[in-house]
């Protein structure tokens, strides 16, 4: 079976730039959660996705990021304009059943704003 | 919200020696904990769970350990080995209030298994 997988493995972009990261979470799993990780910190949740709706975005820093999931199937994270806070590493993870259950994380998207 | 506290952020042993992390949580109300390690380059994984209806939890040479009284859990590493080096990260699901269906993670511990 498949992991979850995150595209791209690295980004490089300057202040103001715009910037796309994909997740395609494990075939069958409805639940799809993006967290970041900034310098040595804790991970810390952005939003849930249930299928296509967002079921959670409470963490969500501000209105720079957007996370689409159309069709329930990928997602995307998009941050327009970039700012340098916004570095550090951007995990995505699926779960089958929403709820205290595994989620099984990608190798995250480690993004740097210069 | 949620607020998770991990220590040690390094933890440094030799080949053979156990090893031991903690981790305290604010919200009663979180019934499950578990623990993801992250090779350097490689995605967190999870090692071992446990649920706040159990107090102990073991896996060969991993455990861990629930007090829900005090609101701490700890993972025990025993006869470590330099695989084993790597973050450990711990975390608490809400089951309530404003942490509700969210992971709240500690810091992370970089533990280094010397040989």
């Known amino acids: 079976e498949a992991g979850v997988t995150q595209f791209p493995s690295h980004s490089v972009i300057e202040k103001g730039q715009t910037v796309t990261l994909r997740c395609d979470p494990i075939?069958?799993?409805?639940?799809l959660y993006w967290y970041r990780r900034v310098m040595g910190k804790e991970i810390k949740f952005l939003l849930h996705f249930v299928k296509e709706s967002k079921q959670d975005e409470s963490g969500m820093p501000n209105n720079r990021f957007l996370a689409e999931r159309t069709g329930g199937t990928y997602s995307t994270l998009k941050v327009q304009p970039a700012e340098l806070e916004d570095s550090g590493v951007y995990f995505c993870a699926s779960s089958q059943v929403d709820g205290p259950y595994e989620q099984y994380f990608g190798p995250g998207t480690r993004l740097t704003v210069t | 919200g949620e607020n998770v506290e991990q220590h040690p952020s390094t933890l440094s042993v030799q080949e053979g020696d156990s090893a031991v992390i903690k981790c305290t949580y604010s919200d009663s109300a979180s019934n499950y904990f578990p623990w993801y390690k992250q090779e350097l380059g490689k995605r967190p994984q999870l090692i071992i769970d446990?649920?706040?209806?159990?107090g102990e939890k073991k896996d060969q040479r991993i455990a861990v350990t629930l007090n829900k009284t005090a609101k701490h859990f700890s993972l025990h590493i025993t006869e470590t080995q330099p695989e084993d080096s790597a973050v450990y990260f711990c975390a608490a699901y809400g089951a309530g209030g404003t942490s509700y269906g969210k992971l709240t993670f500690g810091q992370g511990t970089i533990l280094t298994v010397h040989p």
């Open positions: 075939s069958g799993h409805d639940n």
């Open positions: 446990i649920r706040s209806n159990v």
